[in-house]
């Protein structure tokens, strides 16, 4: 089954501890990338990836950092989280044609205290 | 700067009543305009593309367009399973993806 999976799906720390949220996709797709969504404010994407190695920012980088060593694989890493950084983050990906469908994870909802 | 604006935020609906979804755009080069269904606690789902002015695409009861400058989803005979959160989202030319703040559809039965 085509999917894109986030892990945890839930996550309570506390500020500064570092984490990663894994995101892994099994339709060999060129493009990936993370977002928050908060109340209001709707999807904000965080970075994204056009293929392995090439990494981007989008709107709100800050507090941030992203790999793509393979391309099945993008995590989203907090090195020293903030509670300002509660929120619900989505991965998705896509083909790399003329904007293509993003295909959404199933999205993690982190709490930072 | 990308932006895009949906509106209302809230759209309260009878079985039957049709409406109509806006969303405003300003993009550096438009590749492509997205709308997007979410669930409560999902992830969004894929409706529809749309890359240049008077193009339209249907599904079902749904029915999307666009202009230079905004884009309509159109809602015929809502259902009470049309109920959702509806997104829109331009991808500019250096592909970085924006996305409204969304409207949510509620049908009453």
């Known amino acids: 089954e085509a999917q894109v999976t986030q892990n945890p799906r839930y996550l309570i720390t506390v500020t500064g501890k570092k984490l990663t949220v894994t995101c892994s996709q099994n339709?060999?797709?060129?493009?990936m990338s993370w977002y928050r969504q908060d109340p209001g404010l709707g999807l904000r994407q965080i970075y994204y990836?056009?293929?392995?190695?090439?990494?981007d920012k989008g709107d709100v980088p800050e507090g941030y950092k992203v790999s793509r060593k393979e391309k099945r694989n993008f995590p989203l890493i907090l090195e020293s989280p903030s509670p300002n950084q509660t929120s619900l983050y989505f991965c998705?990906?896509?083909?790399?044609?003329?904007?293509?469908?993003?295909?959404f994870g199933p999205g993690t909802r982190l709490t930072v205290l | 700067e990308d932006q895009v604006t949906q509106s209302p935020e809230a759209l309260r609906l009878q079985e039957g009543e049709s409406s109509s979804l806006n969303c405003s755009y300003t993009v550096s080069g438009l590749r492509g305009l997205f709308w997007y269904r979410q669930d409560p606690g999902k992830g969004p789902e894929f409706l529809f593309t749309?890359?240049?002015a008077g193009e339209e695409k249907e599904k079902e009861r749904l029915k999307a367009t666009l202009t230079k400058k905004e884009s309509f989803l159109h809602i015929t005979a809502p259902k009470p399973e049309d109920s959702a959160t509806y997104l829109c989202?331009?991808?500019?030319?250096?592909?970085?993806?924006?996305f409204g703040a969304g409207t949510t559809v509620t049908v009453r039965a």
């Open positions: 989202a331009v991808q500019a030319s250096d592909y970085k993806l924006s």
């Open positions: 749309l890359y240049s």
């Open positions: 990836s056009m293929n392995v190695e090439v990494t």
């Open positions: 998705a990906s896509s083909t790399s044609g003329r904007a293509p469908e993003q295909f």
């Open positions: 339709m060999n797709h060129e493009y």
